[in-house]
Antibody
């Protein structure tokens, strides 16, 4: 059964780069059935799609974040990663990774809270 | 890409049916059959309840059903139960190869 787990710093300073990794277990990240995505949720607010990547490295981003986001994949480690540059307090959120099958996100990781503060 | 529009809150008594709407445009909800719905209890991870407009994943109660008409998708919960009290989000694939979520609806069981 596919499982995902986010990891990375819980505190990032303003203007710096947020970096998170998602480790996939119970299946191969090189499966042709899935994309691998990132979603975030600011405290008390709704969900926001960040972007997704295919095992081949093809990536697609939310236009509103595209200038600051990079998603990469490491098939040898069964991991994919998120980098968000020039962060501000508005980027404080729970960040989820999830597998994306055609049109829906499932399963999701447990989520990790990233706070942007000096 | 703007968030899909959902009512902020919907409530119902146990046993009743409620419907949550999710309104987008022809560039998202109306243009693709990739609408999904997620249930999120406080402090928990979102769980997919409906995918591809009207399909239920294995293990999801048949009290949950989905549909779409034009640019508006809907999630109906029949036989409302206390455990259904949660936040619900719709999502749709959109042109420009992105995805968009709804604004979220808080369901209260009276």
């Amino acid at each position: 059964q596919l499982q995902l787990q986010e990891s990375g710093p819980g505190l990032v300073k303003p203007s710096e780069t947020l970096s998170l990794t998602c480790t996939v277990s119970g299946g191969s990240i090189s499966s042709s059935s899935y994309y691998w995505g990132w979603i975030r949720q600011p405290p008390g607010k709704g969900l926001e799609y960040i972007g997704r990547i295919y095992y081949s490295g093809s990536s697609y981003y939310n236009p509103s974040l595209k200038s600051r986001v990079t998603i990469s994949v490491d098939t040898s480690k069964n991991q994919f990663s998120l980098k968000l540059t020039s962060v501000t307090a508005a980027d404080t959120a729970v960040y989820y990774c999830a597998s994306l099958r055609r049109g829906w996100f499932d399963p999701w990781g447990q989520g990790t809270l990233v706070t942007v503060s000096s | 890409q703007s968030a899909l529009t959902q009512p902020a809150s919907v409530s119902g008594s146990p046993g009743q049916s409620i419907t949550i709407s999710c309104t987008g445009t022809s560039s998202d909800v109306g243009g693709y059959n990739y609408v999904s719905w997620y249930q999120q209890h406080p402090g928990k991870v979102p769980k997919v309840m409906i995918y591809d407009v009207s399909n239920r994943p294995s293990g999801v109660s048949n009290r949950f059903s989905g549909s779409k008409s034009g640019n508006t998708a809907s999630l109906t919960i029949s036989g409302l139960q206390a455990e259904d009290e949660a936040d619900y989000y719709c999502s749709s694939y959109a042109s420009s190869t992105t995805y968009v979520f709804g604004t979220g609806t808080k369901v209260t069981v009276l």
